[in-house]
């Protein structure tokens, strides 16, 4: 009752002593994460891996099945279940709460804010921008400043706007990141087109390659998981503690409210064509030469139906998992080379997997892939990556766009998208039209893509040891998933140089310490 009413993100826990009892809950989004184990009777539980093993009750081991769907899901996530990358250890869910009643430990689950749509109407621009500022106001609180990571896009420059109108142009200052990398998209200039236009400070962090490299070891110590992804904000968090504040407004949840979540089309397509499909195993073989041989033909196929597209790689395993376990598609080894069907057939129909799509039975098959994809990619690729990397760097991000108080209007909308069109009417005449009209640049706040395939290049020795983890006593298995998974192999490696193979220390790891040259 409470809880769901709290704003913010939160990790909590609530002891009550006469009762015996203890009630662990985590928010709807994840933001801030909370593991726990049970050792001998005994329920450890913290915000971070780190004190669980520090504490000397839990052996360091890597969870081999998680590892594998981790590597399998193209997106080093883990898809299904409450198991993480370190066997022993459970992660609550998104919006979950974990009840310890005199002994006895049970879970449950609330549906999430964007699921059960539900008759409602239609949110106005002004509803929009009321929650909005009221969720920014509630962010600020006692604050009498306020920093906001600008990038230049229509989610970011909403709450650089509202801030300044709750705090005035003196109070608040804005943060952009930048890769030094001519062939990356950049926003910069719309950013500073807008602090000029609000008469805020501006201050802009150019990332250099090497300094990227150099932020690696440190990133995945403060994530706790192999992810390249929120490096800039690690970057970016010195300077924002520099100029005294502790905490960073964030546009990122903006197109969540919205219900834009970009991947939901495909999902729903993908639903709608293999209820058609006679024998999906054996009709879309195509999909398996896409994924895995680079074979041009996703244009071919959705010009009979957009579903029929091989799903982007972090979605296939997602989709093909799912749909094994509600009917949709009996087996999913012929979607995968040969060498590999045995090691998919053991982590697909595994009970971990199997259960966690049995949880979800009362959903659609639609509504069970899209509760996935928020839980898995959107959730670890996106929200704990960079609240986790800034806030263990001593500035924590906060996203107003998923507060409370504008999740409901969601949730009165029935469900609907309210659209990108509501918020360009809720900010029009607030910010320039360069940026309410132009399309959104994904690609602006993620690493470039040139980066990516050089620091995998770099970690590629790493990749044969770990697929003999994951695959032992099969050459062709390891020889394929060095082929076909080399740079999440090399990254999971690093993880497990640091995580695993490295004596337990609360000092940030260096290149050196775990073998490897860092002169990429």
Not at 106 to 129: N, Y
Not at 235 to 249: I, M, Q, T, W, Y
Not at 317 to 322: N, R
Not at 324 to 333: A, L, P, Q, S, Y
């Amino acid at each position: 009752g409470v809880i769901s009413t709290l704003e913010g993100h939160y990790a909590l826990a609530y002891a009550e002593t006469a009762r015996q009892r203890l009630t662990l809950f985590r928010d709807a989004y994840g933001a801030e994460r909370l593991y726990y184990a049970e050792v001998d009777g005994l329920l450890l539980f913290a915000t971070s891996v780190k004190p669980l093993l520090a504490c000397g009750m839990i052996q360091t081991r890597l969870d081999r099945d998680v590892a594998t769907e981790c590597v399998l899901s193209g997106d080093l996530g883990v898809v299904f279940g409450s198991r993480t990358l370190f066997e022993g250890i459970l992660e609550l869910r998104l919006g979950e709460t974990l009840v310890v009643d005199r002994g006895r430990v049970a879970r449950q689950r609330d549906p999430h804010p964007l699921e059960a749509p539900r008759p409602g109407t239609p949110t106005s621009p002004a509803d929009l921008r009321r929650a909005l500022k009221e969720a920014t106001g509630t962010s600020i609180g006692g604050d009498r400043r306020v920093a906001v990571a600008l990038s230049g896009g229509m989610d970011s420059s909403t709450l650089a706007v509202l801030a300044v109108e709750l705090l005035g142009p003196a109070n608040v200052e804005a943060f952009t990141y930048e890769f030094d990398d001519p062939s990356h998209p950049c926003e910069t200039h719309y950013a500073q087109a807008l602090c000029r236009r609000l008469g805020i400070r501006h201050h802009v962090v150019t990332i250099s390659y090497r300094q990227y490299c150099d932020l690696l070891p440190e990133l995945f110590w403060r994530l706790e998981a192999p992810r390249m992804m929120p490096g800039a904000y690690l970057a970016l968090a010195p300077r924002v503690r520099e100029h005294g504040f502790s905490k960073l407004l964030t546009g990122h949840g903006v197109e969540a409210m919205l219900g834009l979540f970009e991947h939901f089309e495909s999902l729903e397509n993908i639903v709608g064509a293999l209820a058609h499909v006679p024998r999906p195993a054996w009709t879309l073989r195509f999909w398996k030469a896409r994924r895995f041989y680079g074979w041009p033909i996703n244009r071919l196929a959705g010009l009979l139906h957009p579903g029929l597209k091989a799903p982007y790689p972090f979605l296939y395993y997602l989709v093909l998992c799912g749909r094994r376990h509600n009917g949709g598609i009996e087996d999913v080894e012929p979607f995968y080379p040969a060498p590999l069907r045995r090691l998919v057939r053991e982590t697909v129909d595994s009970p971990r997997v199997a259960g966690a799509v049995s949880e979800l039975g009362s959903l659609t098959v639609e509504e069970q892939l899209k509760r996935l994809y928020i839980d898995s990619h959107w959730a670890q690729r996106l929200m704990r990556g960079k609240q986790a990397a800034f806030t263990q760097a001593g500035a924590t991000p906060v996203l107003p766009a998923l507060f409370p108080c504008c999740l409901r209007l969601t949730q009165a909308a029935g469900g609907q998208l309210l659209g990108r069109a509501v918020h360009r009417d809720a900010m029009a005449g607030a910010l320039p039209e360069a940026i309410l009209h132009r399309p959104k640049l994904g690609e602006q706040a993620i690493i470039p893509k040139r980066w990516v395939k050089k620091i995998a290049r770099a970690l590629t020795p790493l990749a044969p040891e770990t697929a003999a983890i994951l695959a032992p006593g099969s050459d062709e298995a390891r020889d394929s998933l060095t082929r076909h998974f080399p740079a999440d192999l090399a990254l999971l490696g690093l993880w497990r140089r640091i995580f695993i193979d490295r004596p337990h220390t609360a000092t940030i790891p260096a290149w050196s310490e775990m073998g490897i040259d860092p002169e990429f």
